[in-house]
């Protein structure tokens, strides 16, 4: 089945240091990748995706995302963590379905960055 | 300039009502989606529209309706709501269909069913 997971619930960071934030899939084919992020009481936002290319991904706000097929991982990353990054994130993979496209959501991790 | 915008923002009904929400994006884009996300934060896809017409509908009790009247808006009509039905609603839109651009959201509408 096609899946995508985030293990982690929550991930509490010192600002400052490094963050990262997991996810894994399971899909056929190539794997179509996004990381989005959701701040309280507002709608998602794009960071950043994996469609091809170089498996590291730059994207918005310092961001970025390691995709390794090995793996099966696309883990988002940041080198130094901002008490504004605090938030909710969500990992996506497309799938194809009946022969449409969808994107498929882990549960979500919680980020917390304490000062 | 809102890119992707939805009314009402807060939406309080009791059980049995019919409501709607309203979305619109001024993006240009061909694709627009409803989603809905639960109390735990689960994101789920309920229906997508490409050029007006419905690509996907997922299991969703046909108490849902969704109708496109033009390419920028994609309107959610709800009947006989019931408690299960409170939850944030998320409109979105890409640029195409294929699932490799990027979903722009809306704000989200929350509902809530007494």
């Known amino acids: 089945a096609q899946s995508v997971a985030q293990p982690e619930d929550q991930v509490n960071v010192a600002e400052g240091n490094p963050l990262t934030v997991k996810c894994t899939y399971s899909?056929?084919?190539?794997?179509?990748l996004f990381w989005y992020v959701q701040y309280p009481n507002r709608g998602l936002q794009f960071l950043l995706k994996?469609?091809?290319?170089d498996n590291l991904v730059k994207g918005s706000y310092g961001f970025e995302a390691e995709f390794n097929k090995s793996q099966t991982s696309f883990h988002l990353k940041k080198p130094s963590a901002l008490v504004s990054d605090s938030a909710l994130y969500f990992c996506?993979?497309?799938?194809?379905?009946?022969?449409?496209?969808?994107?498929?959501w882990g549960a979500g991790t919680k980020l917390i960055i304490k000062p | 300039d809102t890119a992707v915008s939805q009314t009402p923002k807060y939406l309080v009904t009791q059980m049995g009502n019919d409501k709607s929400i309203k979305c619109e994006q001024n993006?240009?884009?061909?694709?627009m989606y409803w989603y809905k996300q639960d109390s735990k934060k689960f994101l789920k896809i309920m229906f997508s529209?490409?050029?007006?017409?419905?690509?996907i509908n997922e299991t969703v009790p046909n108490r849902f309706s969704p109708k496109s009247p033009d390419k920028a808006h994609l309107n959610l009509h709800i009947n006989s709501l019931e408690l299960g039905d409170s939850a944030v609603y998320f409109c979105?839109?890409?640029?195409?269909?294929?699932?490799?651009?990027?979903?722009?959201f809306g704000p989200g509408t929350r509902l809530t069913v007494t």
């Open positions: 994996y469609i091809t290319g």
């Open positions: 529209y490409n050029n007006k017409e419905l690509i």
């Open positions: 993006l240009g884009h061909d694709t």
């Open positions: 979105a839109s890409s640029q195409e269909v294929r699932g490799t651009s990027e979903q722009y």
């Open positions: 899909v056929s084919g190539n794997p179509y």
């Open positions: 996506a993979v497309r799938v194809s379905m009946d022969s449409n496209y969808q994107l498929i």
